[in-house]
């Protein structure tokens, strides 16, 4: 390809991973725990006839363990026949005894199953982990792939790869079949911890490809010992759930009890059998690295054969002799705990004073059953691309993956490669700057295609406010609600910076004046600020709009409305459209590459700075209303996001006609042009009325006018429509939510505006500002009232009961 050629290709790569904001989280930073997903652009190709005996190696592997795991939860006559230990199987905290006796309702616990592998200098291949509780990395191979095939498109198609889509088919496929035998249109949900688990990403990415709603524990509920889904109203019966969320979690009630994130009751629909768990609670006590040493005898035990793919040389030091062997070759070998923890790391003896081996050989002789020894093996090494245009080593890790297709376990052709950060750093991990490779497997020439489902019965398909969690509908009305106050503010600030000008301008919107006392009506400027010299004012209108765009902390800032509008987002990103993410993601690259967290030190190149940068931020957030508008389903999601909006832009206007119009001196006409221009009206007054600016004139098109879409009318006119669109929670509190929007429709349609405009004794708008002042309630209550009927799920007093 040429350096050129290849340069270009992976900046369109990278620049494809920021647009499908394709990421991970680090946990325990305190400041920007999201990163980029880092993938390498030069792929790991494995050889078909290399590759054909991992694939046998992984699907007896997978067999075997799902064998343990159903003895071990089962008649336990491995332990018994001592050929694992007990002090192994039963000590490990991962084993839960709540879950003994528990047969999954489709016979199978390790529904998924995922292996870490390392291939030494001379070619050989090791297992050094097991993964078989929630193995992570499937959905970050497939975008691997997708960003691969896209960007070395030329290169790809002459492999002739083996393709991931069979995999993936076949996995939902395998799903839907588990979840089916209770009824023809089952219902599966992935279950996750939230937007703060390191693989979020992967979670929503997944429950998108494969068409399952995203939940978390508080989604779920548990009935008569059948799991149901809360959505908008009423609780839906759930056939299985793909978990992401690790056993001990899963159950607050007789598994961890200071667990937020699981599903109180699980465990007793798992044990009546109502509800399938991929994978089956309980699974992941063979992550243990213990199991290791015993698995040869066990594979020739239960499947009467040899291991195929060998571990990484084990010794469990709860054996005489193992750990003798250890303790005699504590050079040879790491020690790592028999039941690792997240804070735990392994510990190299060679690399140790002697006190600290002292110390070492003491705590393993007091705990022997505590801990393990490892061989120390060589990783491999390949290339890796570099920002510097060079190819440096990087030693390699490969995660296989394999599922339960019904009948066998069925591997992808590929996995997740990753590569250590530094050439003489063994350890591989995206936490210390670690990255990742796409994994080619070539031999699919003769790989036929994945095959047409074919086509089922009748299916009553469910109701779309069904899949809609009372979380999701929150989280979709103040994405609604943030979105609209980022460009209210937007639109605030564009309005104003032409009064910082020096120069006198006839077209201008606004002057200092009264933008100052605009500003202190909305509470953005003290009152008395309007006694201060006008290079005072000028000075702290300047300094105000520069915090108001930057200001991360606080609730007004431009930027906090962004960071809270993209989190509430984050918990949407299986329901956005991928063209509708890229929009936010815009929205974000605006921000970051034109206005720099610390302001200019001359402010008035700074304004400059900030209106062109906001020229672009208010493009891009009309194009994600478009996408809104145009693309997105009329459900109850799209209605609550819709409500959302309105209700802010509806308090948005009110305040600016509290703080422009009802609050106004005499000599009214600057703050009117103000209002017209950031309500986007001018151009529709000048056509409609002719003449010069009336406050009567400007109320009835910014308060009454229902063909304005930026008017209150409309707002209200709209939130009624949808309110009457809505599924019935509650028919008496519905009444109550519609009454109230029609009560302010009525009260706004039948104000005269010459009575509104008129002045009184005081010179002040009374009427005016009462009529506000009560719209502004009625919107807070509306807002409680939503809150209280569909945002908070309502859980059934017989189920509390039951707890």
Same mark, same amino acid.
């Given at each position: ?132 509780? /929630? ?33 993936? !088919? ?8 588990? =979840?089916? #035998? ?36 508080? !989604? ?64 992941? =006590? ?26 990484? =040389? ?19 070998? %790491? ?72 009948? #066998? ?18 350890? %591989? ?100 600020? $309007?006694?201060? #010299? ?161 406050? !009567? ?53 039948? /104000? ?35 809150? $209280? ?15």
């Amino acid at each position: 390809m040429g350096p050129h050629q290849w340069r270009r290709a992976w900046e369109a790569g990278q620049q494809l991973i920021r647009a499908n904001g394709t990421s991970f989280n680090v946990g325990g930073e305190l400041h920007g725990t999201e990163r980029s997903w880092p993938l390498d652009p030069i792929p790991l190709v494995i050889d078909e006839h290399e590759w054909a005996g991992i694939e046998r190696a992984i699907v007896q592997r997978a067999t075997l363990l799902n064998s343990v795991l159903a003895d071990l939860y089962g008649p336990q006559r491995l332990v018994r026949e001592q050929r694992i230990p007990a002090a192994l199987a039963l000590a490990n905290p991962h084993f839960l005894r709540p879950c003994h006796g528990i047969l999954p309702r489709s016979g199978v616990f390790l529904h998924s199953y995922a292996a870490d592998m390392a291939r030494s200098p001379d070619g050989r291949w090791w297992i050094t982990s097991d993964r078989t509780q /929630t193995p992570s990395g499937l959905g970050y191979s497939l975008e691997n792939r997708l960003v691969s095939a896209r960007t070395l498109s030329q290169v790809f198609s002459s492999f002739r790869l083996r393709q991931l889509a069979r995999f993936f !088919d076949a996995r939902r496929d395998a799903l839907l079949n588990l =979840a089916a #035998s209770q009824q023809h249109n089952p219902r599966v949900v992935l279950l996750t911890p939230g937007p703060h688990s390191e693989t979020y990403f992967e979670h929503s990415f997944l429950a998108g490809h494969w068409g399952f709603p995203l939940v978390e524990g508080g !989604d779920l509920a548990v009935r008569d010992n059948h799991v149901y889904l809360k959505p908008l109203t009423g609780l839906d019966p759930v056939d299985l759930i793909v978990r992401r969320l690790d056993d001990d979690f899963c159950d607050p009630l007789e598994l961890r009890g200071d667990s937020l994130l699981g599903v109180p009751g699980l465990l007793q629909a798992a044990r009546s059998g109502n509800i399938t768990i991929d994978n089956a609670l309980g699974s992941g =006590a063979l992550e243990a690295p213990g199991y290791m040493a015993f698995l040869p005898g066990i594979c020739r035990e239960l499947l009467g054969e040899e291991l195929r793919q060998p571990s990484v =040389a084990t010794w469990w030091c709860g054996q005489e002799e193992s750990r003798r062997y250890v303790l005699e070759h504590l050079d040879e070998v %790491v020690i790592r705990p028999s039941f690792p923890r997240s804070y735990e790391n392994m510990e190299v003896p060679a690399m140790m004073s002697a006190d600290e081996r002292t110390k070492l050989v003491a705590r393993i002789q007091a705990m022997p059953e505590h801990f393990i020894a490892q061989e120390q093996v060589a990783l491999s090494t390949a290339p890796v691309y570099t920002e510097g245009d060079e190819l440096v080593s990087r030693h390699v890790v490969l995660r296989v993956f394999a599922t339960w297709d019904g009948s #066998s376990y069925m591997v992808m052709p590929g996995g997740l490669t990753r590569v250590s950060s530094e050439a003489k750093s063994p350890a %591989v991990s995206l936490h210390k700057g670690g990255g990742t490779k796409d994994t080619w497997v070539p031999g699919g020439e003769g790989e036929p295609l994945p095959m047409a489902r074919p086509p089922g019965g009748v299916i009553a398909a469910h109701p779309s406010w069904a899949n809609l969690p009372c979380r999701v509908a929150d989280n979709l009305f103040w994405l609604g609600r943030y979105a609209e106050r980022l460009e209210d503010r937007v639109r605030l600030v564009r309005a104003l910076l032409p009064a910082l000008s020096g120069e006198e301008d006839f077209g201008r919107t606004a002057n200092l004046e009264s933008v100052v006392r605009l500003l202190s009506g909305l509470d953005y400027l003290p009152p008395e600020i $309007a006694n201060a #010299s006008l290079g005072e004012q000028l000075w702290r209108v300047q300094r105000l709009l520069a915090n108001l765009v930057r200001d991360e902390s606080g609730p007004t800032g431009l930027r906090w409305s962004l960071k809270q509008m993209r989190r509430v987002a984050l918990n949407l990103k299986e329901r956005l459209s991928a063209d509708t993410w890229r929009v936010l993601q815009q929205i974000e690259r605006d921000f970051a590459r034109s206005l720099p967290g610390v302001p200019q030190p001359n402010y008035v190149s700074d304004m400059g700075l900030i209106d062109r940068a906001l020229d672009r931020v208010i493009v891009t957030l009309l194009a994600f209303v478009g996408l809104v508008m145009e693309n997105t389903t009329r459900g109850p999601g799209w209605h609550f996001l819709e409500i959302g909006r309105r209700l802010e832009r509806a308090r948005h206007m009110a305040e600016l006609l509290q703080a422009g119009v009802a609050e106004a001196p005499e000599a009214i006409e600057p703050y009117l042009r103000i209002l017209l221009y950031i309500a986007d009206s001018s151009i529709t007054y000048r056509t409609r009325y002719l003449t010069i600016l009336r406050t !009567d004139l400007v109320l009835d098109l910014l308060l009454v006018d229902e063909s304005n879409p930026r008017s209150i009318g409309f707002q209200f006119a709209s939130l009624l429509d949808h309110l009457e669109r809505l599924p019935e929670h509650d028919h008496i509190s519905s009444r109550a939510e519609k009454a109230l929007v029609s009560r302010a429709i009525h009260t706004v349609r039948i /104000t005269p505006m010459t009575e509104l405009a008129r002045r009184d004794q005081d010179g002040r708008l009374g009427a005016l500002t009462a009529l506000l002042e009560q719209l502004k309630a009625d919107m807070y209550e509306l807002s409680d009232a939503l809150a $209280a009927h569909y945002l908070t799920p309502v859980v059934s007093p017989r189920f509390v009961s039951s707890m």
